[in-house]
């Protein structure tokens, strides 16, 4: 059989089998609408609002009302932002404040709000793709009403001082959402700490069924509903509740949340044992601090090579990796996270994301450090722009 690794936890991850476990009462026997007030219904309800306050413990959460079930961290990005800049421009506030290098669901809903009269200012994230506090505070006006920064980078990893962040920003009046994509799951996280008005996750990206997500909304922030037709979600997103789905995220957040940090650890160590291998290949560079970081995130370019070649490449040695954001994978353009970095396009081009999981193990690694290197050193041997460093080199 082909040895397969898979290395693309950044996009999604397999459904453990846990939360697997814990959806299969309500894909079968237990398909009562949780809206209904009959039997049926009711033990529907009793599962999701139990799944609510599962979630809202492994998050610090101290009001479990104040987090609500949506379909996926895009749904909520777009629902925390044009609901809170509608909120602010009815208090002659219309600028918002992001990085360039949010995930597209911030950026091409913040480009939306342009068109619509918003005025909008995206952040430098620097070389080591960190925001700096001091230009953060330094950025904002007295017309600033939203300020919207990911807690972890879903490219190359970096996370953001996200705390420090959410109170200049409440020192100034200007509310705060965090894309925690990335970071919810993977990394600890903790609301209360943190600050924030609110946060977006997706069940997932911690093994956690697709199609669920959620948004924590901090009490007394009265966003205009994201779907009107019923009364599910408090009146806020109207639509029958995804029962199975939202009780497979919450059981997933919690096993993730008790082998945190175990895992991490050790993912920590095949990241940095991975990065230190592919270091040593001519002409690489790590993209991303190696410390703010996500513990199982590598993103490495490598001069001379084109991006997709590398990933079709590895694919065909077993390996499933990434060239930048999953929702972009498509495209032939060099990742906007890279260029926000301030690598040029002939360098961003040849990039490669490895992302791991509970389930990656040493072997994978191992047999990632084997066959990438030969890899490199075949597609620069028929690369025009490797001839071209190398020539530039000798003269």
Not at 6 to 31: G, I, Q, V
Not at 180 to 190: E, K, L, R
Not at 332 to 352: C, T, W, Y
Not at 375 to 391: F, G, K, T, V
Request: with cysteine; glycine share 8%; charged share 25%.
């Amino acid at each position: 059989m082909e040895h397969r690794v898979y290395a693309d936890n950044a996009a999604t991850t397999k459904l453990s089998s846990r939360a697997l476990n814990a959806m299969m009462p309500y894909l079968t026997d237990n398909f009562g609408n949780a809206s209904s007030i009959y039997t049926e219904g009711g033990a529907a309800r009793k599962a999701v609002d139990q799944a609510r306050e599962t979630m809202a413990q492994c998050l610090h959460i101290k009001n479990p009302s104040e987090l609500y079930f949506l379909s996926g961290g895009s749904e909520a990005d777009n629902w925390a932002i044009k609901g809170a800049a509608e909120l602010s421009l009815k208090k002659g506030k219309n600028h918002i404040i992001s990085t360039k290098f949010e995930h597209h669901a911030v950026l091409h809903t913040l480009e939306y709000l342009e068109k619509h009269g918003y005025e909008v200012t995206l952040l430098d994230v620097h070389e080591d793709g960190l925001v700096r506090p001091e230009e953060f505070e330094a950025a904002i006006r007295e017309n600033t009403g939203l300020a919207t920064i990911m807690f972890a980078n879903n490219e190359i990893g970096t996370i953001q001082p996200i705390q420090e962040l959410s109170a200049i920003a409440k020192k100034h009046g200007v509310l705060f959402h965090t894309d925690a994509v990335q970071a919810v799951g993977t990394i600890p996280v903790n609301v209360e700490e943190l600050g924030v008005d609110m946060l977006s996750l997706s069940g997932h990206k911690f093994h956690g069924p697709k199609g669920v997500g959620a948004l924590y909304l901090r009490k007394g922030i009265r966003l205009p509903n994201l779907v009107h037709g019923g009364a599910q979600e408090r009146g806020y997103r109207a639509g029958t509740e995804n029962t199975a789905g939202i009780v497979g995220m919450a059981e997933a957040l919690k096993e993730s949340c008790e082998v945190m940090e175990e895992r991490n650890i050790r993912l920590a160590r095949l990241r940095d044992k991975l990065i230190d291998s592919l270091l040593t290949i001519d002409r690489s560079r790590i993209n991303g601090d190696r410390v703010h970081r996500l513990p199982g995130n590598v993103n490495v370019c490598f001069h001379g090579v084109e991006g997709e070649a590398l990933l079709l490449s590895l694919d065909l040695k077993g390996v499933a990796a990434s060239s930048g954001s999953a929702c972009t994978s498509g495209s032939l353009d060099p990742s906007h996270v890279l260029l926000a970095i301030g690598l040029p396009h002939e360098v961003a081009h040849g990039s490669v994301r490895l992302t791991f999981s509970t389930e990656t193990t040493e072997e994978d690694v191992d047999y990632i450090i084997s066959v990438l290197p030969p890899i490199i050193e075949r597609l620069r041997a028929m690369s025009p722009l490797w001839e071209r460093i190398i020539a530039q080199d000798n003269t």
